[in-house]
């Protein structure tokens, strides 16, 4: 089945045009500062074809149209388009799996809204003109809180007042879960039936990891916001909550900076005092830059600790698999990762962590109790095969 896949932003909007039989990619793009000057879409074929839009995108209305455009001159006009598979961030209480967009799903996702309003109001716009500008084609919610959904109640709850989470909807949701999904499909399509409980690390600028137990989650790191747990390249993740009360009392930051501070200037970009970007703070460790060193250091160790979090979730677990930017990447990060959870048993062979490859991979020594994997993951195609169980016939 021929799928678009659509990730909004607030001003910015990715798409991917890929087939679930041959996951082939036909087509893929952003387009970039909508709303804002100095808007352009980066547009990339199969045939190898690059090319770079500096068009004005004042609305996703705007930038959908060209999207449409662009793939009509690639030879995939509307009829070619079977349906189309949007990416939610926030599915809150309403969406325990993907769902296909009606009046009243849609409506689900501006419910919900205030608990991501950066992204649910923008992806429910983009719904919206999409259904209206297209109506033959079917369209799929995938909600990236989705596979968080079952996770038992002593895992997503948390120890406030009833009545308060009760009336805001307070619990852990998590993300990165279409991701999660994915990572986990790919390892058992590896591994066989050889693996039941998986710790996955995605561990890109933003990072999380899942307990799961034979494709269902026990528990993740993210909570209610995706703040939650690692850090990350610009998060604080866990910390004392009672820091925010402080910041505001004694340090006299307003909540929108404290706010800002602990998404936006915090993490491995606060501790090197140098970029959010692994690569850049691995270089500066290299030259002796002990910031840069503190804040590998520390993502070692948190990213460690939670790992033995999600195994005690699990009560055990046979297979890890790294993912995301810094996870299918950096060989260094995974050694030092691995090393922490040498205790348990978790040992790389460093000959195998050196491999650089788009497939996924296994990175463990022969004598290593846990299984540990490198899987790229493809949230893309993970939202198509969604929209193909839906739409597909
Ligand atoms: P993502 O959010 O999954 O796209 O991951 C982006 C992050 O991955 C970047 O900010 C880098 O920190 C990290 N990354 C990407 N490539 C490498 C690499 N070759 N070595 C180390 N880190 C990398």
Redesign the pocket.
């Known amino acids: 089945m021929r799928v678009l896949v659509i990730n909004a932003g607030s001003s910015s909007l990715k798409y991917q045009l890929l087939d679930t039989k041959s996951k082939e990619v036909f087509a893929k793009g952003n387009c970039e500062r909508i709303g804002i000057d100095g808007s352009f879409i980066g547009h990339e074929e199969n045939d190898g074809g690059k090319q770079k839009l500096e068009v004005e995108l004042p609305d996703h209305k705007t930038a959908i149209k060209h999207v449409f455009d662009l793939l009509a001159q690639a030879g995939f006009d509307t009829e070619a388009i079977e349906g189309i598979g949007h990416r939610v961030v926030q599915g809150g209480w309403y969406f325990p799996e993907s769902k296909v967009v009606t009046d009243e799903t849609l409506g689900w996702v501006r419910e919900v809204a205030p608990l991501a309003p950066l992204h649910n109001y923008a992806e429910a716009d983009v719904i919206e003109i999409c259904r209206n500008m297209f109506p033959s084609i079917g369209n799929v919610i995938v909600a990236d809180t989705s596979f968080h959904y079952d996770i038992p109640e002593k895992a997503w709850r948390y120890a406030l007042p009833r009545d308060v989470v009760d009336r805001l909807h307070i619990r852990k949701y998590g993300a990165h879960g279409t991701s999660h999904r994915y990572i986990w499909r790919t390892t058992r399509e590896f591994l066989g039936g050889d693996v039941h409980k998986l710790v996955s690390c995605h561990l ?3 990072a999380s990891l899942s307990a799961i137990e034979d494709g269902r989650d026990k528990d993740t790191t993210m909570g209610l916001t995706p703040l939650d747990g690692l850090i990350m ?1 610009t998060r604080c993740g866990t910390i004392d909550p009672a820091t925010v009360c402080y910041l505001v009392r004694e340090g006299g930051y307003s909540i929108d900076e404290v706010d800002t501070m602990m998404n936006k200037q915090a993490g491995m970009l606060a501790l090197s005092g140098r970029s ?4 850049d703070i ?1 270089e500066g460790a290299a030259a002796g830059d002990a910031n840069c060193q503190m804040a590998l250091d520390m993502f070692y160790y948190r990213t460690g600790q939670l790992i033995a979090e999600m195994a005690q979730s699990l009560q055990g677990f046979d297979a890890m698999a790294f993912s ?3 996870g299918e ?2 060989a260094t ?1 995974r050694a030092g990762v691995a090393q922490e959870l040498a205790w348990l048993g978790v040992k790389i062979d460093p000959e195998l962590n050196k491999v650089r490859s788009d497939e996924a991979r296994l990175i463990s020594a022969a004598d290593s109790k846990v299984k540990v994997l490198v899987v790229p993951t493809n949230e893309e195609l993970m939202i198509a095969y969604d929209v193909e169980a839906l739409l597909g016939r």
Do not use: L, V
Not at 276 to 279: P, Q
């Open positions: 890109g600028s933003g390249g959010s970007d692994s690569r691995e995301a930017g810094i990447n950096s990060m």
